[in-house]
């Protein structure tokens, strides 16, 4: 019974909810205008008086699936019901009307009652309305006799369980619901105060079935008329129904239907009227339960405050203001807002229930005004509902949490309906009842995911707004100033960040892309003088603007489209705030003129040339800022860009080179900004890119991983960074340390995981584990070893011993007697020992230090051959590129690096067969970039492809772990795919054949060992390009398959 219990009252709702009629009213509609289900073969004959076998099987499927939950089913249902039964005899209508329709409302299973309501609304329709068949056709059936049934069938015994008298209770609510929405009340005078008296006779008996009461009420107030809405106003007055949330409810729409209607004295004229305001809110908080008003007949038990359904009520009243126009609504709602639910749902006294109805509401009044009533929307935000809102956002651990958390995503669905509203609701989030780091005040994203909707045309008012708050301290400390400015800070990068890409570009200083504002305002504050801010910013704030503005260019670069705009933002910058030499401020003058012609040039060039000039100038910029940033090589690399552009003018070699070393210097540097800058720019350069500059590329993956390869890949940088080692003394030491943790991890990092992700030998699943295991035991003996040679040391000096050692020791005496001069000398030894032991402390995160900077290169290096190899797969020049990302897959420490490498393989053998496939088949179209492609293929040396497939061999044999074993199968088998994709030539064939035949056999002669899968995965190349041979006669055709 529990379980039917709670399954009735979430079909109805719960106490304050709109009655489930509500929602049967979209499923009611006539027989003419249901089309049925053409499945179902149910038949429109008319029923019998009485039952025989076959009459009782149609029925019961009718009434089957008239209670379905399947709205077609039901449908089609009451269509095969209503014509049936206003066919048949009176008789047998009569005996469903009495023993099946209303009988059936006080059912429970599945729709039962949406389906039975949709059938009684028709059949009385056509009996008691336009067309009066009750009068014509079926006189024995008058209206007080239908509603004499639907009081009998739905009038529960005594002593019957709970859930079965809610059932009855709602099946007469149902069935009263049929009446009205029938349109039959209003025709005779007598109809409507007998259903009007059997409501408030449920509304008295049962309070959590009053609401439901009041909105039949509501449903039927326009169809009455004014003189019988006047008489029910009396009539509610009179019982005291008025001064409750339903009577408010059928007052204001009573008014809305007729404006000129005289509504009774008591409990008042009009709820929303600013002299009974104050009551209305007593009302709709629901403590009239200790008023003392002359309503009191109505038992006001008080309703259950948590349901997720909102009374009608606040429909109705949203309805008034959002048809209302003019000062006096915004007046109105202002007033009604503040005290109804400022003052009333979230005062202090309020409990936790009513403020979360307020929230409710908020969200409710949120959505309603979004479509045309902006300018009400700023009334919501009032003071006490602010003030809730931060506090419950604030924490997990409150009660209202999720609630308030669903009030701040419907502020933001509110700005994504209507993006007008942005800056009224961004300046009562930020403004005087809110707080202007909002944001962390909540512990969300709200005002950052706002900012996303900012738009070009009101971008400069929101920045204006933002930067409002930080240019004075206003009685601020310190402290408190910087905080702020931190977060406008915050707010101009989200902004730029999340903007729209612009359509067109910045023409005459205006500014149409928002990203150029946002990134324009961060360089601004962090290299201008800004006289606005009172007290100036500080070098604090400016590192702050600083490290938002880099971070900002590099999420905006990692979209594209927007280097242009980033280019103006940058020349527009005046570095007042940077104490910069002549020389210096030569060198960023003649840039900025570099950085406008190369932004004229990719105007007038289209294709890749168009590419190449926007990343020269996005170079430029870029370079520009790590000037005013103090960064010591910008000025050499600014140069160096001079010089890469006057080669490329003249048309001289060595640019691509020049241009590597350029973005080596950059990507070497641990910043965001540098990786997508230097991405963008290498990716508009791959078809220039020489193989004197892929090598030069690759140089560094073949660096190891401690401090001797970070001083080759790093030793031209600043002495600060240089100083990693320490001093000659200890550089022996360390570097034998260094080579034995280098041979012991590449020495047992044997299994890296596999391509997919997953563990690549099932067998030797618990071999990383113990290996790991044994890296730790080996460490902490080191660890152990050196503490005990900090003791040995200090127990020489001191000429002492641990305790433990008492018995093996010798004994000492005269410490007592030791002179000042032996103090001293003993001191300076203390201090020796000491400053060994933190040097060798030291020099341990020096060493990770090391490793960590080179591995983190290498991901960068291994980016930019990706990009190469995405778009220049066919060109001879990146198969070169094989040898060193196997190295790294071999040798590195790392796995995530390892795996990159292995993947950026596994594409380059897609990426090649897609554009092989697409030149083959396209070649003779003669498109540009196919013709390109079909060049670099007829180019092919297939001596140095078998040569270096022979290379992969060999480097296969170096390592037997599972993902390099895949890595160099695939890299072998690209090479042979590239021999055979202009044509299937025997001399070709027999060449990979051969390579894999030789390799086979130093396998079985014991000279080498490989994986057997490396042999695997031939024969099955081979199988596959023998029966693409089959089905593909012509010879040129046979690379498709490749």
């Not at 509304?203 to 959590?208: F, I, L, P, T, V």
């Not at 070393?661 to 220039?688: C, H, K, N, W, Y």
């Not at 078998?946 to 037997?960: F, N, T, V």
Request: aromatic fraction near 6%; charge should be negative.
């Amino acid at each position: 019974m529990g379980s039917k219990r709670k399954r009735g009252a979430s079909k109805t709702g719960a106490n304050g909810g709109e009655p489930a009629p509500k929602h049967a009213k979209t499923s009611h509609t006539t027989s003419t205008e249901v089309l049925p289900t053409p499945d179902l073969d149910l038949e429109k004959t008319p029923f019998t008086e009485t039952l025989a076998s076959e009459s009782r099987k149609r029925e019961a499927k009718i009434y089957q699936l008239l209670g379905s939950a399947d709205s077609d089913e039901r449908i089609a249902a009451a269509d095969a019901l209503v014509t049936g039964l206003l066919v048949s005899p009176e008789a047998a209508l009569v005996r469903h009307l009495d023993s099946r329709l209303f009988r059936g409302l006080a059912s429970s299973r599945n729709a039962s009652r949406l389906g039975f309501s949709l059938v009684l609304t028709e059949i009385l329709a056509q009996l008691f309305g336009e067309k009066n068949l009750s009068g014509s056709k079926y006189p024995g059936i008058t209206f007080d006799k239908a509603l004499n049934i639907l009081v009998e069938r739905t009038t529960a015994d005594n002593h019957v369980p709970g859930q079965e008298e809610r059932d009855c209770y709602f099946g007469r609510l149902f069935g009263l619901q049929c009446f009205v929405e029938s349109r039959i009340l209003f025709t005779e005078e007598s109809r409507w105060p007998q259903v009007l008296d059997l409501l408030l006779k449920m509304a008295e008996k049962k309070a959590w079935m009053r609401s439901h009461c009041g909105w039949i009420i509501v449903e039927s107030l326009p169809q009455m008329g004014q003189g019988r809405a006047e008489e029910t106003l009396r009539k509610l007055s009179s019982v005291g129904l008025g001064k409750t949330a339903e009577g408010v409810g059928i007052w204001t729409r009573a008014l809305s239907c007729y404006p000129n209607l005289k509504t009774p004295e008591k409990p008042w004229r009009d709820p929303l009227s600013p002299s009974v305001i104050p009551e209305v809110a007593r009302v709709l908080k629901e403590n009239v339960a200790r008023d003392s008003g002359e309503d009191a007949p109505i038992i006001k038990a008080r309703q259950g405050g948590w349901n997720p359904q909102l009374h009608f009520v606040w429909d109705l009243i949203l309805a008034v203001f959002g048809n209302g126009s003019g000062k006096e609504t915004k007046d109105k709602l202002r007033l009604f807002w503040n005290t109804a639910i400022d003052d009333g749902l979230f005062s202090k006294t309020a409990s936790d229930a009513q403020k979360f109805r307020g929230f409710l509401i908020l969200q409710k009044f949120l959505q309603g005004f979004a479509a045309d009533k902006t300018r009400l929307v700023k009334e919501l935000f009032s003071r006490n509902l602010m003030k809730c809102l931060i506090n419950q956002a604030a924490k997990e651990d409150r009660y209202l949490h999720r609630a308030a958390l669903k009030s701040l995503q419907s502020i933001e669905k509110t700005v994504q309906a209507a993006p007008q509203l942005l800056m009224p609701i961004l300046e009562e989030l930020l403004g005087k009842h809110g707080a202007y780091d909002f944001d962390q005040r909540t512990s969300t994203k709200t005002v950052e995911n706002l900012l996303q909707w900012v738009t070009p045309t009101d971008a400069k008012s929101v920045l204006k707004f933002l930067r409002s708050f930080v240019l004075t301290a206003n009685g601020s400390d310190a402290a408190e100033i910087e905080k702020l400015r931190s977060v406008y800070a915050g707010y101009v990068s989200k902004m730029a960040v999340q903007a729209k890409p612009a359509t067109e570009p910045s023409d005459k200083g205006e500014i149409s892309n928002v990203a150029e504002l946002g990134v324009k305002e961060l360089a601004a504050c962090a290299y201008s003088e800004q006289p606005q801010f009172k007290p100036s910013l500080s070098e604090k704030s400016r590192e702050v603007f600083r490290r938002l503005l880099a971070s900002t260019i590099g999420k905006v670069m990692g979209r594209g489209g927007d280097a242009e705009y980033l280019c103006h933002a940058v020349v527009s910058v005046e570095p007042t705030a940077v104490n910069m030499s002549e020389e210096i401020k030569t060198e960023r003058d003649n840039a900025l003129k570099s950085i406008r012609k190369s932004l004229r040039a990719s105007k007038k060039t289209s294709g890749k040339d168009d590419g190449v000039s926007l990343g020269l100038a996005l170079l430029y910029a870029i370079t520009v800022l790590q000037l005013y940033d103090g960064t010591p090589d910008a000025v050499n690399i600014l140069q160096d860009l001079q010089r890469c552009t006057e080669k490329m003018g003249s048309k001289e070699g060595g640019t691509s080179e020049l241009l590597v070393e350029i973005l080596l210097a950059l990507v070497s540097r641990p910043s965001s900004m540098m990786r997508q800058i230097s991405e963008q720019v290498f990716e508009a350069f791959t078809s220039q890119v020489s193989s004197e500059a892929l090598e030069l590329l690759t140089e560094p993956l073949f660096a190891d991983e401690n401090e001797k390869g970070y001083q080759a890949l790093f030793e031209n940088l600043e002495d600060e960074n240089a100083e990693m080692v320490g001093d000659e003394d200890s550089d022996a030491d360390e570097d034998d340390g260094a080579n034995s943790v280098e041979i012991s991890e590449v020495g047992s990092d044997v299994e890296f995981v596999s391509l997919n992700g997953e563990e690549a030998n099932p067998d030797s699943g618990g071999e990383s584990e113990d290996e790991d295991e044994d890296e730790d035991e080996a460490q902490a003996e080191g660890d152990a070893q050196e503490l005990a040679d900090f003791d040995a040391a200090l127990a020489k000096v001191l000429r002492s011993h641990r305790l433990n050692q008492d018995n093996d020791a010798e004994s000492s005496s005269g410490d007592s007697d030791m002179t000042d001069s032996e103090m001293m000398a003993l001191n300076d030894k203390l201090v020796e020992v000491f400053k060994q032991k933190f040097k060798k402390t030291g020099s341990k995160k020096d060493r990770k230090d090391a490793k960590d900077s080179v591995i983190m290169f290498k991901h960068r290096v291994v980016d930019l051959l990706a990009l190469y190899i995405k778009h220049e797969a066919t060109n001879p020049l990146a198969f070169g590129l094989l040898p060193p990302l196997l190295e790294v897959v071999r040798t590195t420490t790392a796995k995530p690096l390892a795996n990159k490498a292995a993947l950026t393989i596994e594409n380059f053998s897609k990426t090649f067969k897609k554009k092989a496939q697409r030149a083959t088949a396209q070649g003779n179209g003669g498109d540009g970039e196919n013709e390109g492609e079909m060049e670099n293929r007829t180019s092919i040396d297939a001596e140095a492809r078998l040569a270096l497939m022979r290379e992969i061999h060999r480097q296969a044999a170096r390592d037997m772990s599972h993902a390099f074993g895949r890595a160099a199968s695939a890299a072998s088998l690209l090479v042979a795919s590239s021999l055979l994709a202009d044509g299937r030539g025997d001399d070709k064939i027999d060449g990979v054949n051969a390579v894999y035949a030789q390799t086979f056999a130093d396998c079985q002669k014991g000279k080498t060992k490989l994986q057997g899968f490396f042999f695997s995965d031939w024969i099955n190349w081979g199988m596959g390009h023998a029966a693409n041979a089959k089905s593909l006669p012509q010879p040129q055709q046979a690379g498709d398959q490749a």
